[in-house]
């Protein structure tokens, strides 16, 4: 038995019991290519030590070998042949939190207008790029969730989420501006984009990829010197969730009851499971840092905080 087939055994287990274990697949088809045409008949920890140490950064043969060590693991219960390598053959680094860009909604805006100057010319295409990055700014929503979403998902109460990160489902409020928008976007997309129930379809009827997306992203923020050329760090297209997050709390002021409640339903809205999970997409700016000092100075006065 080939490991690649061993490979498709496992990810079959794993769906089996809920996972959706996409990237994890993908990683171990890459390793298990990499066996097989080494001619490996069980699992080797050199062999998967070899093969992650190809990945681009350390942090990538981190987690390369974190998914096929669990692999190697449940063959290892059936055959004591198949090897399980060492947990820290790469360090035990944490990855650092990267830092986010806070994106103004002016630059928001120039990005939704050069999205409209995507190729294809006079197709579906650039309005495509240029609604569904102004969803992902006025909703926060994750892009896997965006171009996940079917015309049937858009309700008169909001979007309905389905089966998210958490394999959860649910219910996100629109405002007005935005339906108006999707509206817009939907008479045009169902002239010509043909039957895929998706609400977001490219020139080619089918919906856009996670990946085609955010290299549409980068490459908008670099036409508009948003981002420096390859290697250099500058906004990504998951800061428009962080984005979303930190406006969110601007508007609330100094009032700390309406934080404590708006913290609440921000986290409800972004579909994470507990608080401490919003808080990793705030980021302070000159708004909050001067409410901040209001609110202080009023303490140090005497006042309510």
């Known amino acids: 038995?080939?490991?690649?087939?061993?490979?498709?055994?496992?990810?079959?287990?794993?769906?089996?019991?809920?996972?959706?274990?996409?990237?994890?697949?993908?990683?171990?088809?890459?390793?298990?290519?990499?066996?097989?045409?080494?001619?490996?008949?069980?699992?080797?920890s050199a062999r998967i030590v070899e093969w992650a140490s190809l990945a681009p950064s350390v942090h990538r043969s981190r987690e390369w070998l974190?998914?096929?060590?669990?692999?190697?693991?449940?063959?290892?219960?059936?055959?004591?042949?198949?090897?399980?390598?060492?947990?820290?053959?790469f360090g035990r680094g944490k990855r650092p939190r990267p830092r986010p860009h806070i994106i103004a909604e002016a630059d928001i805006a120039h990005i939704m207008e050069m999205a409209l100057t995507l190729p294809p010319v006079a197709s579906?295409?650039?309005?495509?790029?240029?609604?569904?990055?102004g969803l992902l700014a006025t909703t926060g929503l994750r892009v896997s969730e965006a171009v996940g979403l079917l015309e049937s998902d858009l309700t008169s109460d909001g979007l309905v989420i389905r089966e998210t990160k958490f394999h959860k489902t649910r219910l996100v409020p629109i405002d007005r501006s935005t339906r108006n928008a999707l509206g817009d976007y939907l008479a045009l997309r169902r002239r010509i984009?043909?039957?895929?129930?998706?609400?977001f379809v490219l020139s080619t009827g089918e919906p856009p990829e996670h990946a085609s997306v955010t290299r549409a992203f980068i490459k908008l923020a670099r036409r508009l010197g948003l981002r420096g050329p390859q290697g250099e760090?500058?906004?990504?297209?998951?800061?428009?969730?962080?984005?979303?997050?930190?406006?969110?709390?601007?508007?609330?002021?100094?009032?700390?009851?309406?934080?404590?409640?708006?913290?609440?339903?921000?986290?409800?809205?972004?579909?994470?499971?507990?608080?401490?999970?919003?808080?990793?997409?705030?980021?302070?700016?000159?708004?909050?840092?001067?409410?901040?000092?209001?609110?202080?100075?009023?303490?140090?006065?005497?006042?309510?905080?």
């Open 66 to 89: 974190r998914v096929v060590r669990n692999f190697a693991i449940s063959m290892h219960a059936e055959d004591d042949h198949n090897e399980i390598p060492p947990r820290d053959v």
């Open 1 to 44: 038995m080939t490991i690649s087939t061993c490979v498709q055994r496992y990810v079959a287990i794993k769906r089996g019991l809920g996972y959706k274990f996409a990237d994890q697949e993908q990683m171990l088809q890459n390793y298990a290519a990499f066996a097989d045409r080494h001619g490996d008949e069980h699992v080797s």
């Open 233 to 305: 760090r500058g906004p990504r297209l998951h800061d428009l969730r962080h984005s979303f997050a930190v406006r969110a709390l601007e508007r609330c002021g100094n009032d700390r009851a309406a934080i404590n409640r708006h913290m609440l339903a921000l986290s409800t809205y972004l579909g994470h499971a507990c608080l401490s999970d919003t808080y990793w997409y705030l980021e302070a700016t000159p708004v909050l840092i001067r409410q901040i000092a209001e609110a202080t100075e009023a303490f140090g006065k005497g006042g309510a905080a």
């Open 124 to 133: 579906l295409t650039p309005y495509t790029y240029h609604y569904l990055i």
């Open 193 to 199: 984009g043909g039957s895929d129930p998706h609400l």
